[in-house]
């Protein structure tokens, strides 16, 4: 064999070139790279006429998580530009190929020129083009951590507030603008684009109080996180406050670690978007089972390309419900059964296609297999509420809705078939009470018992 005229060391070189590869490569397609976070929370601005209360708590309560989750986390509050700088250098510091990056920032943001920017403690601002001498682009941040050569890239900002200085521009853009990423990036903002979040009055930011308990349910991807979170705001604020997801990730990436490979493919799919003119101002939808179509709905169409995995079939079984097709819904939700057992999801949606359908004892059996899969799984436990209800069996209903509700409190559909349950046992108040909160929380929600055929 002829011998490169680099000797030994060239060899050496390639091979340890070829294994940081093969490193990262393993990392980037498990999900399961070393994990950083930078955790800022800023709270006291002299243009302020006090601190923010909330920023620090929620900066503090958000790492304390994120190192229960196997993070490496920095926690900095109330930096000056300087210190944010020095901050940030240091982050890009700790990435390395392959890894998993996390920013938070709670405080002020502010857009111009259609890119947003994060504002240290001491930003003097009086123009537009002060907001770009002190304060820091959200996408210089993620460019860095790109560079670094951070596979994932996850940002958490709670920064849609109204300040006191974007109130002296002319024409100001009120909260941020929408993020241009790169590949690989997750991010949620506390507001939608040019919105502002919802001010609390107990210290604690809703958006933050519902991320981590997203955070802490077991088994969520984080998109399912970030896209329960933003269902569960939505819904605690009435459409108030609803907040922005964007993702380009191309893997799966979860806050505490990679599933096992037994759970890959029977982790449910994302909650879905659902069109605005069909179910009122916001997202109502659970999130992880169908919903009856709304009057009038646009129907969705099922995916172009052909379903191969279990997770496909209960993607388009998914769709198929969404529109009402029922019998399709059901074929699909029986294939991911048949090509995956333990496929949770496909058999509380099959249950509550059955349950929809008038074939309440079936969709118990489905409703008892996908429970015992998943002890905690809210949206079980209210399909089969649903069954029971339909078949006159209140007491039960009403066992399987207190505990759908133990999980998910503000989950309207389980707040009414609890309600209509203990009105058929002659709980008027109770029930009256039950029925006026649900309604609050969705409005279209009697529509889709009506649907159900329980009234």
Known sequence: MRQSKFGLIGVAALVSVLGVAAVIAEAQQTGSGPKVALVIGNATYPDDNKPLAEPVKDAR???DELRRDGF????A???TKQKMRSEIDGFKAKIKPGAAALLFFSGY???TAKQSYLIPVDAQIWTEGEVKRDGISIESIL????????????????AARRNPFERRFRGYSAGLASLNAPVGTLAIYSAAPDKVSSESNDGRSLFVTELLKEMRAPKLSAEDVFNHTRVNVSRASRNEQVPSVSSSLTETFNFAGAPPPAAAES??????SRPSASLGPGPTAPPERPKAPALGAKKESPPAEPANSAEDFNKRGRTYAVNGDYASADADFSEAIRRNSKYAAAFNNRCWTRAVMGQAE?????????????????DAFDSRGLAYLKLGKFDRAIADFDAA???RPKQASSLYGRGLSELKKGQTSAGNADLAEAKRIDPGIVQEYEHYGVE
């Open 61 to 63: 309560a958000l790492a």
């Open 362 to 378: 079936d969709a118990i059996a489905d409703c008892d297999q996908a429970i015992r899969l998943r002890v905690d799984y809210a």
């Open 77 to 79: 509050e109330d930096l």
């Open 267 to 272: 982790r449910p799919p994302a909650p879905e």
């Open 405 to 407: 509700l133990r999980l």
């Open 109 to 111: 943001g502010i857009q």
């Open 143 to 158: 460019s860095a951590m790109d560079a670094a050569g951070a596979s994932i890239k996850v940002v958490i900002l709670d």
């Open 72 to 75: 490496d986390v920095v926690v």
